[in-house]
């Protein structure tokens, strides 16, 4: 089996648990690529280091890897899937950060996971993602997110004001400080936190939210992802910043912004054990109060 691991950091009490996966996963013959930055982080025994290949960027990860393990939280797992793009390498993420909706397998499961993945029992879903269409260059060679897509005020301008249209059809004007547009995956992320509903990873659908707007009766709408969401913007402010995950570009309010479904989709692994459902009952405490 050909493997790729990534992380973005971790702290040096995670070296323990980094050797033992690997360890586990040399016993099986594993061919594996570590990223650079974390080779580097820690002293790993030169048993371990001859046996690892080293790797930078997207362009050295080949169609050929089984599995991409992202070692972190969800963020971890956002940057992964800039790195897979369109190569259609799955991505399974074990949580060494903290809340963990994408990276649902915890560390202390790390045995779980590598038997899964050598008997590969493990569950593939497929994830949409958005993509962001402008009239200027923005984002470099990676203009998507699997969780969304987002504008926002700076921090010493006063609010927004963003013009939302459907396929060409106005929907509404939203005074707000910003708006998010979220994939499904990303309903339990920021969307979530700015009072927008949480729907299921198959739904279909982009949830448009404000946050924080001025209009009281402006509430988050899902629409079918096969529209395409363009905006104008206006503002006192000269500029503004787009976010696509946890990515941002300040841009000037004059730029023409669409974000559409993505062509390609992310292969998201999970362990059969753990559903969509399931991490919601764990993540959120559902199910817990007994007074019922």
């Given at each position: ?5 990534y ?51 997207s ?60 008997n ?33 005020k ?5 609010m927004?004001?963003i ?7 106005f ?66 402010s ?19 912004l ?35």
């Amino acid at each position: 089996m050909k493997l790729a691991i990534y992380s973005r950091g971790l702290d040096f009490e995670q070296e323990n648990p980094i050797q033992i996966l690997l360890v586990e996963l040399m016993r099986y013959d594993s061919c594996i690529l570590i990223y650079k930055p974390l080779l580097e982080q820690f002293s790993f025994p030169q048993a371990i280091l001859e046996k690892l290949i080293p790797f930078s960027c997207s362009d050295e990860l080949s169609t050929d890897i089984d599995m991409l393990i992202s070692l972190g939280g969800d963020g971890t797992m956002l940057d992964a899937v800039t790195l897979v793009k369109q190569k259609n390498i799955p991505i399974l993420g074990i949580n060494f950060g903290r809340l963990g909706f994408l990276a649902s397998i915890s560390k202390d499961e790390l045995s779980l996971a590598v038997d899964a993945l050598i008997n590969r029992t493990f569950h593939i879903e497929k994830r949409t993602l958005i993509h962001l269409d402008s009239n200027e260059p923005l984002f470099g060679d990676t203009p998507f997110g699997l969780n969304e897509f987002a504008i926002h005020k700076r921090d010493i301008s006063p609010m927004v004001k963003i013009h939302t249209y459907l396929n060409g059809e106005f929907l509404n004007s939203y005074w707000a400080d910003g708006l998010i547009v979220s994939t499904p995956t990303g309903s339990t992320g920021y969307n979530m936190s700015c009072n927008g509903p949480i729907v299921f990873p198959d739904s279909s659908s982009f949830v448009i939210t404000p946050v924080a707007p001025h209009n009281l009766n402006v509430r988050p709408i899902v629409v079918p992802d096969n529209n395409v969401i363009s905006f104008e913007i206006e503002s006192r402010s000269d500029q503004f910043i787009c976010a696509l995950d946890a990515r941002r570009e300040i841009v000037n309010k004059s730029i023409q912004l669409a974000v559409r479904k993505e062509a390609f989709y992310v292969n998201l692994a999970r362990l059969n054990e753990n559903n969509f459902l399931s991490t919601l009952r764990t993540k959120l405490t559902w199910g817990l109060d007994k007074r019922n």
